[in-house]
Structure formats: structure tokens, C-alpha cells
């Protein structure tokens, strides 16, 4: 009996808690859920705010325009007053209107008559004519910072009769990659829009009023595309200009490299021209001059999205690019569309374009393959790789920050050392792994990654996980710190997918707010937050974390072993550091199990996340 009755208790604390259990994980599910929601609705907030102040700045254009309209009209009519007065002013000391005047005067007195014709007979000083003074406006100073005056203009686009209102990409302003270089550039709005970030570039100049507008800045070098229009084209084109060569006489004299860059056209036509240049580069393969391709420009081609999003179309090239679309709208049109259905013999650097804008090339909207072919895009060449090749070729120097990495790899459980290693092995471009780990990982780590400076430290027993970090952080020497949890799974394009995010975004740290997840018990792939990607988010995944050094080290991490990235994000928002979510791809999120995320992810289905995740 007694047997039966301590069973039975026994049976009763299981179940109670079991009850606990279960109502402690609704609590907890409950919470992630309401989070989530929070998070969402934060999400829609900050949309909305987005929107009423592009409607606000729009307006506020509107505005000043309108009022420099009515401030250059009324400065008109005063000129205009002005001009009377002055010849009014004029007439009264005219000779002959003061000979009339001392006639009328004079001609009942004699005496006063003789005065009068006498004095009217002086010379006298004419008033001057005025002169248009410049109209204050109520704009700003001209902004010198690239692209600042390089902004999409056409917000609408018209399909199958039925028009669209875009809002337009914004075109970023910098920084630059070579703010030390200057360059005198010549070329059509899409080279010269792929050049403008590579360094302080001067444009506008003709051949008339170069002499006076170049020694503002006396550039470095001269760059000329092979241009179709404008006042330099009939300078190039077939028998060289005087202006020409007035301008490569005046570099000449002081030193200044001269480049001509042969994009487009016939060479005979630029031939004469290009032979009185230092350098020549060309983009067509069958001339025999050394190469200089087009490349992919990270701050404007990237896959930053529209602030309405996408519409859900297919679109021709045709319907994606119609004429006389300036190149601020052709980069708001290269993100608008599902996909882009670019038919035989379009040139490889549009559909490079457009697959670093994020845009599925092809007939379906295949994210996956958007993301291949960003990459591919990227790994082409961008235009910084393009201008070192040219900068070494003339000598001038390329220098530009890097994007070096140092891992910094926590190791508490000896047992994920092999399989935390091996992710790293599989990264390009790591120069140095900090390891903190039992004593066997420094010469495993030497053994897997041979070609990578390994710097190993031995944790005490009490040490977190936080605790670890901070003792690594300060052991880095490259630019970028990566931090990569030894429990997770890490594709080989996972650090150099992360690594571009820098290219184009001002974030002190990027990683993954979307990201697939897998439990092992219950075998089941997640998909955290799709909706998360390429955007200034709260807050990212710890184990995704890709930070600048001099950042990460001003903010240190907290003495935690769990949740030491939560405080890591919320300091961020404290400092107002910028945090940036990338791509879904290339990393997995491996746990038992975890009730956080069943409450904030999706299911994808029942089986291995590698598949979905590392492409």
C-alpha cells in the first residue's frame, strides 16, 4: 500500500512539475510573443515616421523653391525700379534737359537766363548704372560631398498604361574611399557616378574655364572617358582640340598624371586624342590597351531596398529602364521590380548592376538566386578593386581602409572544438583567430588554419562567456572583430557575405536579425524575421556579430554567459551606435532546443537547415 501511495506522489510531483514547466514555457512564449509584437509594431512606427518625413522634406523642397521664386522676382522689380531712378536721374542731368530748364527759367530776366546757360554749360558726373546683385536663397551651402547633388528626380513609372509612384532610392553623400586623392574627371553621368566615391572628384569643367575652376584644387590626376556629349566630346573626337590640349599642357606643367579611359565608341575616333594622354585604359576586349573594366560601385548598387518595397512583377528591360531615365532613377528602378527578365546580349555590367541591387535576374523571384548572383557581382570586381588597378598602374598610391578580420572564438565546451574550428577553416579573408579554449585548442587551431596568426588564452574555470570575450577583444588587430559561437554552423561565404555589408552601409556593426535556426530535439528548421534583411535594425544575433574594433572595444561586453549580446544591442541603442542586419544566408542557429525562438520564428520544416541556409 505504501508502495502504491509513494508511486502515486510520485506521480503527482512529475505531473505538478510538468505543470510548471508547461506554464512557465507559455509564460515565456507569451512574452517572446508580445516582444515580437512590440518589435513589429515599433517597426511600423518607424516606417510611418520614415514616410511622413519624406512627405515633410518633400514638401519643405516645395516650399523653398517657391520661395526663391517669389525672392527672385521681387529682387527683379527692385532692380527694375532701380533702373528707372537711374534713368530718370540720368535725363534731369542730361546738358540739354538742364539747357531747357535754364531757358524756361531765364527768359524774362536776362541776368538769370546768361546764369543759367552758363551753368548748364558745366560738365556734370551722370549717376551710375546699377547692377544686378546676386538673389539670397534659403537653400543651404552647396554640399561637396558626393552624390549630394546626384539624387533621383522621377518618381513615377508607367506599366501597361497605369502608373506607379516610386519613392526614390536616396543616392548616398560619402564618404569617400581616397579622401586623400583628387581627380579632374571628364566623363558621362554613369561612369562619372561609379568614380564619384573612389576619391575627391572635380567635374563640371569645360574647355574654356578649366584654368580657373582646377586650381581651386589642383587634382592628382586627370581623368577622360571616352564621352559621346557635352563640350569636351568635339575636344576628343577625332582631330584633338585646342582645349584639350591647352588642359594636358597645363598638367604637364605641374605634374598632374593624365588618363584617358576608353568605355564606349569606335577607338579610331578617340585614337589621336588618347595618344597625347600618360595613360590609356580601355573596357573593350579587342583593344590592345590595358584594361580597365566597369565594376559594381557598392554605395549606390547594393541591395539597400526601396522605402514602399518591391512590386510584385516581373518586368522587361525595356519596362525596367525606358529612355531618358537619368542615373539617380535607373538605381530607384533597379530595385523595384520581382525580378528582371533581361533578354540575350545585355551587357555584363547592367546585369552586374542589377544583381547587386538584389534584383533576381530571370523569370521568377528566386531570393536564393538573387543572393548567388550578388555575390557573383561583387566577386567581378567592384569599382575601388577597378581604381587600385589603375592608381598602381600610374603610380600613384591606392591605399584604402580595410576590410581585415580578426575571430575572436569562445570555447566553453572542449567538446564543440572541432566542429568550431572547422567553421572558421571554411572563412576567407580571417587574419588572426583569438581563440579561448582548453589547452589542445592552440595547436589544433595551428594545425587547421596554418596560414592564420593564432593567438590562444586559457579561460579560468568561472569565466563567462562575456568575460572572455572582453579578454579577447583586446588581442585584435584588425579592422573588423567577428565573434562566432562554437555550437552554430557557418557557411563558407558566411564572413565575406557580412564583410560587404561595410561597403554600403554607415553601421559600426553588421549581422543577422534573419536567420535560420535548428532545434535538434524536435528536428525543426526556423526561419527567424525574413522580413529583417538589409536594414538598420535594435538589435542582431550574438553569434553573427561582425563589428569595427575600435567600436566593439568602447563598449565592451557584459559578464554573462547567456545574453551578453542582448546587453551588447542595448548599449548600442544607448550610444546610438548603428546596427545593421545583412542577408538570411550562411549561418545556422543550432540549439537542443529553444522556446524564444518558437514563439519569434517560422516553421520551415522538419529536417536540416543547411540545405535552406548555406548557398
Avoid at 533576381?360 to 536564393?368: M, N, Q
Avoid at 571554411?426 to 579561448?436: E, F
Wanted: charged letters at 25%; aromatic letters at 6%; glycine letters at 6%.
Amino acid at each position: 500500500m505504501s508502495t502504491e501511495l509513494e508511486s502515486t506522489r510520485r506521480a503527482l510531483r512529475d505531473a505538478v512539475a510538468q505543470a510548471e514547466r508547461a506554464a512557465e514555457l507559455a509564460r515565456l512564449l507569451d512574452a517572446a510573443q508580445a516582444r515580437l509584437a512590440e518589435a513589429e509594431q515599433r517597426a511600423e512606427e518607424a516606417k510611418a515616421l520614415a514616410e511622413q518625413l519624406s512627405e515633410t522634406e518633400e514638401r519643405l523642397a516645395a516650399e523653398q523653391a517657391a520661395a526663391d521664386k517669389l525672392r527672385k522676382e521681387l529682387a527683379e522689380q527692385r532692380f527694375q525700379a532701380e533702373v528707372a531712378n537711374w534713368k530718370l536721374s540720368s535725363i534731369k542731368v542730361a546738358r540739354w534737359n538742364r539747357l531747357g530748364d535754364a531757358i524756361k527759367s531765364g527768359k524774362s530776366n536776362p541776368v538769370r537766363l546768361a546764369k543759367g546757360l552758363k551753368g548748364a554749360a558745366k560738365p556734370v558726373k551722370r549717376p551710375m548704372a546699377p547692377k544686378r546683385k546676386p538673389v539670397a536663397t534659403a537653400n543651404k551651402p552647396k554640399d561637396e560631398r558626393p552624390g549630394a547633388a546626384f539624387q533621383a528626380t522621377t518618381s513615377t513609372r508607367t506599366l501597361g498604361g497605369a502608373q506607379f509612384k516610386l519613392k526614390p532610392f536616396r543616392v548616398p553623400t560619402g564618404p569617400n574611399t581616397r579622401p586623400h586623392l583628387t581627380a579632374a574627371v571628364v566623363a558621362d553621368p554613369h561612369a562619372e557616378a561609379l568614380l564619384r566615391y573612389e576619391w575627391r572628384q572635380t567635374t563640371g569643367f569645360t574647355p574654356r574655364d578649366f584654368a580657373r575652376v582646377l586650381p581651386l584644387e589642383v587634382p592628382h590626376l586627370l581623368v577622360v572617358e571616352s564621352v559621346t556629349q557635352g563640350p569636351w566630346a568635339e575636344e576628343i573626337i577625332g582631330e584633338p582640340g585646342e582645349g584639350l590640349k591647352s588642359l594636358l599642357a597645363w598638367c604637364a606643367e605641374r605634374g598632374i598624371r593624365t588618363v584617358f579611359w576608353h568605355t564606349k565608341g569606335d577607338v579610331s575616333a578617340y585614337a589621336q586624342a588618347a595618344d597625347l594622354f600618360e595613360h590609356r585604359f580601355t573596357a573593350d576586349l579587342t583593344v590592345a590597351w590595358p584594361r580597365l573594366q566597369f565594376g559594381v560601385q557598392p554605395r549606390v548598387h547594393n541591395p539597400l531596398p526601396l522605402s514602399g518595397g518591391r512590386i510584385d512583377r516581373v518586368l522587361t528591360l525595356d519596362q525596367l529602364l525606358p529612355e531618358h531615365l537619368a542615373y539617380p532613377d535607373v538605381l530607384t528602378s533597379y530595385r523595384w521590380p520581382a525580378a528582371a527578365d533581361c533578354p540575350p546580349g545585355t551587357p555584363q555590367w547592367r546585369l552586374a548592376e542589377i544583381a547587386a541591387c538584389g534584383t533576381p535576374i530571370g523569370t521568377e523571384a528566386d531570393s536564393r538566386r538573387a543572393h548567388v548572383a550578388l555575390r557573383r557581382a561583387y566577386a567581378m570586381g567592384t569599382m575601388s578593386e577597378r581604381i587600385d588597378e589603375m592608381l598602381d598602374a600610374i603610380g600613384l598610391p591606392s591605399a584604402r581602409p580595410t576590410l581585415n578580420t580578426s575571430v575572436l572564438l569562445p570555447i566553453v565546451d572542449p567538446y564543440t572544438m572541432e566542429h568550431a574550428l572547422a567553421q572558421v577553416a571554411r572563412q576567407s579573408g580571417v587574419d588572426q583567430l583569438i581563440v579561448i579554449g582548453p589547452p589542445e585548442a592552440e595547436l589544433r587551431a595551428r594545425d587547421v588554419l596554418p596560414d592564420v596568426e593564432v593567438i590562444h588564452r586559457r579561460p579560468a574555470p568561472s569565466m563567462t562567456v562575456g568575460a572572455m570575450l572582453n579578454a579577447g577583444i583586446d588581442l585584435c588587430e584588425a579592422d573588423l572583430v567577428a565573434v562566432m559561437d562554437p555550437r552554430d554552423v557557418y557557411g563558407a561565404h558566411y564572413l565575406s557575405d557580412l564583410r560587404r555589408a561595410f561597403l554600403f552601409s554607415t553601421a559600426d556593426i553588421v549581422g543577422k536579425a534573419a536567420f535560420y535556426a535548428h532545434l535538434r530535439k524536435p528536428q525543426a528548421t526556423l526561419l527567424k524575421q525574413p522580413e529583417a534583411e538589409y536594414g538598420y535594425l535594435p538589435e542582431i544575433a550574438g553569434g553573427t556579430l561582425l563589428a569595427r574594433r575600435n567600436a566593439l572595444r568602447e563598449l565592451g561586453f557584459a559578464d554573462l554567459t547567456e545574453g551578453w549580446d542582448e546587453v551588447l544591442m542595448r548599449q548600442c541603442r544607448t550610444d546610438g551606435v548603428k546596427v545593421f542586419s545583412a542577408d538570411r544566408f550562411g549561418y545556422v542557429r543550432v540549439r537542443d532546443e529553444d522556446r524564444w525562438l518558437l514563439g519569434a520564428a517560422q516553421l520551415v520544416e522538419y529536417g536540416s537547415a543547411e540545405p535552406h541556409a548555406l548557398i
